[in-house]
């Protein structure tokens, strides 16, 4: 949109999205680009990432030189997982980068019994690799039944496609407590203000600990290999389309071996 400033000192791009009265979801389908080259490294980063989150930009480069059988440049592949959201994974994955000043919450779900939907909710922010270019995708899900609440598309990690997400899937409900890791979108005062003016108590992920927000990370897997990977979507506005239709899928008819066979909706609705 050539009436958004990206870059204005005051303005912000939601803020600027309501004065022009656009809808901040029309910003999303311009994937962010890169070279062919660094976009098929960042592909196959990606796809390790899946294998092996706790792996760091050593490891990286040397697999990736393996596998590409020419010298991969690991201050080359640290940019590239910094682009990705994957800076600093070791000991675990950080999909999205701690801001040092926001204030960090604890882990509350060590040990935690969830008996219900709509008790504990969850997100988490990844990365969609394109033909030519990127996107990032943030997804609301309930912990008990699986069931992916909202999700929103970005080609930016500011934290306004991750309000948003927010805020569709309370118009669903409301969670008693909300978990994710500790990036700086999550740890922001919009987004934890936005969940105490509901009185839902925050959980973080501990550092380092890739299977705290686990259920949401099984998510990204079955997405990637059940639909990224395979259609390879040419631009975001393809991305949107085919990401409805398998979330649709996924909560609605994909059957979970972790639900007895039934699906996210099934379970979501069935204790409400």
């Given at each position: 949109m050539k009436w958004i400033d990206r870059d204005h000192e005051s303005l912000s791009i939601r803020r600027q999205c309501q004065l022009l009265n656009i809808h901040r979801s029309q910003l999303y389908y311009e994937p962010v680009s890169e070279s062919a080259e660094n976009l098929e490294l960042m592909r196959l980063i990606d796809e390790q990432h899946l294998q092996r989150p706790t792996w760091g930009s050593?490891?990286?480069a040397l697999y990736l030189s393996k596998r590409t059988d020419q010298p991969v440049n690991r201050k080359r592949i640290q940019r590239?997982?910094?682009r990705m959201g994957l800076e600093g994974m070791a000991p675990g994955p950080s999909t999205?980068?701690?801001h040092a000043n926001h204030q960090v919450y604890p882990y509350l779900l060590r040990d935690f019994i969830v008996e219900r939907p709509?008790?504990?909710?969850c997100s988490?922010?990844?990365?969609?690799?394109l033909r030519r270019g990127f996107l990032?995708?943030?997804?609301?899900?309930?912990?008990?039944?699986?069931?992916v609440i909202s999700w929103r598309l970005s080609n930016s990690m500011e934290v306004d496609f991750c309000l948003e997400a927010l805020d569709e899937a309370f118009t669903h409900g409301c969670p008693e407590i909300f978990n994710t890791d500790?990036?700086?979108?999550?740890?922001?005062?919009?987004f934890t203000d936005r969940l105490k003016s509901h009185n839902i108590e925050i959980s973080m992920d501990g550092k380092g600990r890739a299977l705290d927000n686990v259920f949401i990370e099984r998510l990204w897997r079955s997405l990637k290999y059940e639909d990224i990977y395979l259609k390879s979507y040419e631009t975001g506005a393809d991305c949107y389309k085919g990401l409805k239709e398998y979330f649709k899928f996924y909560s609605h008819e994909r059957p979970h071996q972790g639900l007895d066979y039934r699906t996210p909706w099934?379970?979501?609705n069935s204790l409400n």
């Open positions: 050593r490891n990286m590239l997982m910094r999205s980068r701690r709509n008790q504990v909710w988490d922010i990844t990365y969609i690799p990032y995708l943030v997804a609301v899900m309930d912990w008990f039944s699986r069931y500790q990036g700086a979108q999550f740890t922001s005062r919009f099934e379970v979501h």
